[in-house]
């Protein structure tokens, strides 16, 4: 019986040392996948609002275009807004302090969705929600699955995802937009 129960097994039994070393998944590594492009792009569009990198005008013209918005000071908003996604980025996708990241993140995208994209619809190329709902989505998703084995979180409870994770990062996240868009 113990030759039929071995010879139907799927794999063999990985050796004893294999067992206790962690491997990343698949999963893992699609993790790590859309936490570098989505963390990046957001770091990137935090460097262009701070340092005007990639083309962008930069810091006091950002500044002059919140103020636009209703944002006032339009300058200290736009410096909250590129700092929230520069270092929001660059949590996500390094998988460091990931529910804090994903809450700045997601406060940045609620208070561009209420105020740039809401009138436009849903799609983006009428410049509707799409995209920073995207962006808010994953940010959330991220922090409720965890950032998995490939993070600087991993060792730490939060690195685990999880609802308590994902209610911070949507709680502070909605907290931090309600207040700037109140004030």
């Avoid at 275009?65 to 996500?92: D, M, R, V």
């Avoid at 962006?135 to 998703?141: E, F, G």
């Amino acid at each position: 019986m113990k030759i039929i129960a071995e010879q139907l097994r799927a794999s063999p039994e990985p050796p004893a040392d294999a067992r206790t070393r962690p491997a990343a998944s698949a999963g893992d590594w699609g993790l790590l996948l859309v936490r570098l492009v989505f963390g990046l792009v957001m770091a990137g569009h935090g460097g262009q609002i701070l340092f005007g990198l990639f083309g962008a005008p930069g810091l006091t013209a950002t500044g002059q275009g919140f103020t636009a918005l209703g944002y006032q000071p339009g300058k200290l908003y736009a410096l909250i807004a590129g700092l929230s996604e520069l270092l929001g980025g660059l949590g996500l996708a390094l998988g460091l302090l990931t529910p804090l990241a994903a809450a700045a993140v997601i406060g940045v995208m609620i208070n561009a969705m209420v105020t740039v994209h809401a009138q436009h619809g849903l799609w983006a190329t009428q410049g509707g929600l799409e995209y920073p709902m995207g962006i808010a989505a994953v940010a959330l998703a991220i922090a409720a699955l965890g950032p998995g084995k490939l993070a600087l979180d991993r060792p730490f409870r939060w690195g685990k995802g999880g609802w308590a994770e994902a209610a911070v990062a949507l709680g502070l996240g909605g907290v931090a937009a309600a207040i700037v868009l109140t004030l």
